[in-house]
T-cell receptor
Framework: AQSVTQLGSHVSVSEGALVLLRCNYS??????LFWYVQYPNQGLQLLLK??????LVKGINGFEAEFKKSETSFHLTKPSAHMSDAAEYFC??????????????FGQGTTLQVKP | DSGVTQTPKHLITATGQRVTLRCSPR?????VYWYQQSLDQGLQFLIQ???????AKGNILERFSAQQFPDLHSELNLSSLELGDSALYFC????????????FGNGTRLTVT
């Protein structure tokens, strides 16, 4: 069965610093992977997705993620943090290999704090 | 704006009661998913419908049920509510298929007192 593990429930960076949010996946088939962001009192917004094309995926708001099969990782990065990036971030894997329903299995989330 | 509409935004009710949460998917999306978000359990998949048919079931309690109507909107019914059912309930929709992202509504915050 597919699963994801997000390393670090809280990450704190200074404004302008590199953002690195870690995600490792487990999948019996080539995975489809996603990163979502959730701002307070809002739903989840898609940042980017990996669906077996380029291993470096660019998303919205300057975020990107690199798929590394050898490390079973899909870490999210942004070169320079903005105050507006403070939110909760979720990594997810599609379960299509198990059931082909398209439902997503989410990690526990990482709260990003950006300090001025 | 994701295009997914959920109503109501907030619900406060007492233990033992029954509530209905409503979701309108994005135009053209045939799949609707329901998730529960709580501090201790995170984001848990409840159930999925595709074009009116139940497609997948997750950690959904027997006290909970859902359906998708011919116009593709969906309802999640929660009955015999308990304090532990207090959570944020999200609806999401997609065109279907494993590589299709889910588009989420803003959720319904349920508080059971």
């Amino acid at each position: 069965a597919q699963s994801v593990t997000q390393l670090g429930s809280h990450v704190s960076v200074s404004e302008g610093a590199l953002v690195l949010l870690r995600c490792n996946y487990s999948s019996s088939v080539p995975p489809y992977l996603f990163w979502y962001v959730q701002y307070p009192n809002q739903g989840l917004q898609l940042l980017l997705k990996y669906t077996s094309a380029a291993t470096l995926v660019k998303g919205i708001n300057g975020f990107e993620a690199e798929f590394k099969k050898s490390e079973t990782s899909f870490h999210l990065t942004k070169p320079s943090a903005h105050m507006s990036d403070a939110a909760e971030y979720f990594c997810a894997v599609s379960d299509y290999g198990s059931s082909n329903t398209g439902k997503l299995i989410f990690g526990q989330g990482t709260t990003l704090q950006v300090k001025p | 704006d994701s295009g997914v509409t959920q109503t109501p935004k907030h619900l406060i009710t007492a233990t033992g009661q029954r509530v209905t949460l409503r979701c309108s998917p994005r135009s053209g999306d045939l799949s609707v998913y329901w998730y529960q978000q709580s501090l201790d359990q995170g984001l848990q998949f409840l159930i999925q419908y595709y074009n009116g048919e139940e497609r997948a079931k997750g950690n959904i309690l027997e006290r909970f049920s859902a359906q998708q109507f011919p116009d593709l909107h969906s309802e999640l019914n929660l009955s015999s509510l308990e304090l532990g059912d207090s959570a944020l309930y999200f609806c999401a929709s997609s065109v279907g298929g494993g590589d299709s992202p889910l588009h989420f509504g803003n959720g319904t915050r349920l508080t059971v007192t």
